[in-house]
Nanobody, 123 residues
Framework: QVQLVESGGGLVQAGGSLRLSCAAS????????MGWFRQAPGKEREFVAA????????NYADSVKGRFTISRDNAKNTVYLQMNSLKPEDTAVYYC????????????????WGQGTQVTVSS
């Protein structure tokens, strides 16, 4: 089992920044690729960003490329999502997820999920 706890969400004006954190406990963190997903009201959960076990490889949704940065610190068992130039359409509940071994952008392929943190961007 891997337990994931997100933090760092909140209310921010358009153009602002937030940094989300996801702290993991349980199994060996470095065995898991990590992803960030988001879900807005009435919409399906969508991929935002993912990072390989080593942190050397990343993947981003087109909608966040150039604005969001995913990173991880395996010594601290934590993955981060730096979000800059936020837009109202980024408003959603953000979830981190862990997948054993290989990075993927597909939600149902992830093994463990956090409870989510709300991000609200006002115009």
């Amino acid at each position: 089992q891997v337990q994931l706890v997100e933090s760092g969400g909140g209310l921010v004006q358009a153009g602002g920044s937030l940094r989300l954190s996801c702290a993991a406990s349980g199994r060996t963190f470095s065995n898991y690729a990590m992803g960030w997903f988001r879900q807005a009201p009435g919409k399906e959960r969508e991929f935002v960003a993912a990072i390989t076990r080593s942190g050397l490889g990343t993947n981003y949704a087109d909608s966040v490329k150039g604005r969001f940065t995913i990173s991880r610190d395996n010594a601290k068992n934590t993955v981060y999502l730096q979000m800059n130039s936020l837009k109202p359409e980024d408003t959603a509940v953000y979830y981190c997820a862990a997948k054993r071994m290989v990075l993927t952008t597909t939600p149902h392929e992830y093994d463990y999920w956090g409870q989510g943190t709300q991000v609200t961007v006002s115009s």
